[in-house]
């Protein structure tokens, strides 16, 4: 009998995964800010989000977007974090404590349950770079065009395709051939589940937004190696240490090494630069 895709497992684990990988996913937030600023910039623009505006954050994490968004709205504006890690959203919180954004609060809240907000409506929601890993993407674009004013707009930022974004496939596919892993069952998320710009733009279209535009946007990862890129997916990505799960200590050391090995290949005048490619997606309710 064929496996079957377990979307509440899968949830259990990711929510696992990230309330460990918390810590490290807020202390790179100068890299993702770096790497993933003007991206997220965009995402803010084609949500049409300004000072005043009320926001909601679906799948913040550590709330780095969050802070930045907030900081747009000011405030005479409002941001809801939310994620389904609370012990990720507390580093939102404390962030924004320490920087005085009075007008930001978290919520640990389920993205395909965003039901549970009823009775507040947003003028724009944002999600970066989570919506690929909901089990039912339809069900929680619907949620989130439910959580909006009429008018109200909605943008999501996600990775374009496996061949655009070496910097990650290139690990996932080392680490699922070393530990001999089937392909992913029917229905599973990923990273890359949403990559090609008419999927994305089918997405949103098929739960009733209008004016759907999808942008893509070169987003190198630029750090000093392939071993500080190693070490940022190491400690940031639960999914890919999941993969590994299933290997021994040895044999996990090894694919580490082969990953670095085949890394190094985007080093060139003492930098790194891991190839990425993200696509922003934006709709009207």
Known sequence: MSKVFNADQYKKTTQAQ???????????????????????????????IQPGSSVLDVAAGAGEQTIEAAKRVG?????????????????????????GISWLATRQLDGENLKLLAG????????????????????????????????GRISVMVYATAEENAFFSIPVSIIRRRAQLPPPLPGQPGPFSLGKVEVLQKALTDVG??????EKINAPVRLDSALECLQFEQESFGALHQMLSGLSADEQDDAWEEIEQVL??????????????MLVASGVK
């Open 264 to 277: 190094t290949k985007f080093e060139q005048d003492g930098q790194f630069s891991g190839p990425c490619e």
């Open 209 to 214: 937004f209008k004016q759907v535009k999808v």
């Open 120 to 151: 507040q409506e947003f003028d724009a929601v944002i999600s970066r770079v989570g919506l690929i890993y909901f089990p039912d993407q339809q069900k929680a674009l619907t949620g989130m065009k439910d959580s909006l004013k009429m008018g």
């Open 18 to 48: 990230w309330d460990d990988a918390a810590e490290a996913w807020h202390r790179w937030g100068p890299l993702l800010k770096r790497w993933l600023g003007p991206a997220t910039q965009q995402m803010f623009d084609m949500a049409n």
């Open 75 to 99: 405030p005479t504006g409002s941001v809801l974090a939310t994620d389904l890690s609370a012990k990720i959203l507390e580093f939102a919180q404390k962030s924004a404590n320490q920087e």
